[in-house]
């Protein structure tokens, strides 16, 4: 059963790059509620020219790594100005610090961009379990197509026009999910876990704030929300890293067994850059960071966090 509302008037076609986890959930969606789907893979057998020719949204679900490249390479081929991008991807370019719609937009210019982010554990979403997202853009026509293509009574689906902020709060809380990860493979309880999402909120925000992204947003689907999905579940990538570091893995080994792309990990070294360029204060990153380069133990990590300085609640 779609949604009574995005039921198939006018269908769409739709392009979706990449068919790891996420990217193949939300093509199930689309193709669900009677979209016309292509789904690209770099190791498929249609070429990207195919694949994006004449479509009406081209959603990419590449990892961070990718999406410069395949961006670049979506740019040679003739497109409709019409075209609507989204993008799914929560990481930030090493190269840049920019977020992937960031370099979506720069790249189209003249097209409108959508980011796509919430509490999505793909897991879930393929088992057909409700779930709710947010579809962000400063094209509200855009957006609101997006969200007519993906709705349905399993998949709740907002609009929100600070795409920046929906973009961020599904980056940023990876390297808090680490974290949590680490807290939970340790046993430090409730309590701490409670403090360090918590803890971890406020830094995403003032990393947001510093950014140019709104408050509210963070508070939304794809920041809290997003926090209290990756940082309580083992199907979470980024918690299984920090869990498993807990545990006493080297990263190495924990990548090398993972199933899918841990965003975080990256995230993390982009995230220092970019708060050392600006001086915005993030210790639970810093000491994800550490942990992450090998240079200090899990239970150090806790230390540090515990023994900081006392001062004021609120200090965005
Ligand atoms: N899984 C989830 O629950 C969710 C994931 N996300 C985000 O979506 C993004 C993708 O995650 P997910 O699908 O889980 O990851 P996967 O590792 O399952 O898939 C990654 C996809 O990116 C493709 N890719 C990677 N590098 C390149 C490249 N250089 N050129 C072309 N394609 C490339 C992979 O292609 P190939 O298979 O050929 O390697 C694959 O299709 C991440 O940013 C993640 O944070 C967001 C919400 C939910
Ligand atoms: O972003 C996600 C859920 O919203 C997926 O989390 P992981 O990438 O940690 O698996």
Same mark, same amino acid.
């Not at 670049?72 to 190269?95: C, M, N, R, W, Y």
């Not at 959508?114 to 979403?125: A, H, Q, T």
């Not at 994800?288 to 899990?298: A, C, D, K, M």
């Given at each position: 059963?779609?949604?009574?509302?995005?039921e198939? *008037?006018?269908?769409?076609?739709?392009?979706?790059? =990449?068919?790891?986890?996420?990217?193949?959930?939300?093509?199930?969606?689309?193709a669900?509620? /009677?979209?016309?789907?292509?789904?690209?893979?770099?190791?498929?057998?249609?070429?990207?020219?195919?694949?994006?020719?004449?479509?009406?949204? #081209?959603?990419?679900? #590449?990892?961070?790594?990718?999406?410069?490249?395949?961006?670049?390479?979506?740019?040679?081929?003739?497109?409709?100005?019409?075209?609507?991008?989204? @993008?799914?991807?929560? /990481?930030?370019?090493?190269?840049?610090?920019?977020?992937?719609s &960031?370099?979506? &937009?720069?790249?189209?210019? %003249?097209?409108?961009?959508?980011?796509?982010s919430?509490?999505?554990?793909?897991?879930?979403?393929?088992?057909? $379990?409700?779930?709710?997202?947010?579809?962000?853009?400063?094209?509200?026509?855009?957006?609101?197509?997006?969200?007519?293509?993906?709705?349905?009574h399993?998949?709740?689906?907002?609009? %929100?026009?600070?795409?920046?902020?929906?973009?961020?709060?599904?980056?940023?809380?990876?390297?808090?999910a #680490?974290?949590?990860?680490?807290?939970?493979?340790?046993?430090?309880?409730?309590?701490?876990?409670a403090?360090?999402?918590?803890?971890? !909120?406020?830094?995403?925000?003032?990393? =947001?704030?510093?950014w140019?992204?709104?408050?509210?947003?963070?508070?939304?689907?794809?920041?809290?929300?997003?926090?209290?999905?990756?940082? %309580?579940?083992?199907?979470?990538?980024?918690?299984?890293?920090?869990? *498993?570091?807990? /545990?006493?893995?080297?990263?190495?080994?924990?990548?090398?067994?993972?199933?899918?792309?841990?965003?975080?990990?990256?995230?993390?070294?982009? $995230? #220092? &850059?970019?708060?050392?360029?600006?001086?915005?204060?993030?210790?639970? @990153?810093?000491?994800?960071?550490?942990?992450l380069? =090998?240079?200090?133990?899990?239970?150090?990590? !806790?230390?540090?966090?515990?023994?900081?300085?006392?001062?004021?609640?609120?200090?965005?």
């Amino acid at each position: 059963m779609t949604n009574p509302k995005s039921e198939i *008037q006018n269908p769409k076609s739709v392009a979706i790059l =990449g068919a790891g986890a996420w990217g193949t959930a939300l093509a199930n969606l689309a193709a669900a509620n /009677g979209h016309e789907v292509r789904v690209w893979s770099r190791h498929g057998s249609q070429t990207l020219e195919a694949v994006v020719k004449d479509v009406h949204i #081209i959603l990419s679900a #590449i990892s961070m790594t990718g999406v410069r490249d395949v961006a670049s390479q979506v740019h040679s081929f003739p497109l409709s100005p019409e075209t609507i991008f989204v @993008t799914a991807t929560k /990481g930030l370019d090493p190269q840049t610090t920019c977020t992937p719609s &960031q370099i979506w &937009q720069t790249i189209f210019p %003249n097209h409108a961009v959508v980011v796509l982010s919430g509490p999505n554990l793909s897991k879930e979403i393929q088992m057909q $379990l409700p779930a709710a997202t947010v579809v962000a853009s400063n094209i509200p026509t855009a957006a609101e197509l997006v969200q007519l293509v993906f709705s349905s009574h399993r998949f709740r689906v907002y609009t %929100n026009s600070d795409p920046l902020g929906v973009e961020l709060g599904g980056t940023l809380k990876n390297v808090i999910a #680490i974290a949590a990860g680490v807290c939970d493979g340790l046993q430090l309880g409730t309590n701490a876990k409670a403090a360090l999402v918590t803890r971890g !909120l406020t830094e995403i925000i003032r990393v =947001g704030n510093n950014w140019g992204a709104k408050t509210g947003t963070f508070y939304g689907l794809s920041g809290l929300g997003d926090l209290l999905a990756t940082c %309580n579940s083992p199907l979470s990538r980024n918690y299984q890293v920090g869990y *498993q570091l807990a /545990g006493g893995k080297t990263l190495t080994e924990i990548l090398t067994n993972l199933q899918g792309t841990a965003e975080g990990v990256n995230t993390c070294r982009v $995230l #220092i &850059q970019r708060a050392k360029q600006q001086n915005i204060a993030v210790p639970i @990153t810093e000491q994800v960071y550490h942990l992450l380069q =090998g240079q200090i133990t899990p239970r150090q990590a !806790l230390d540090e966090l515990m023994l900081r300085d006392i001062k004021p609640e609120y200090n965005y």
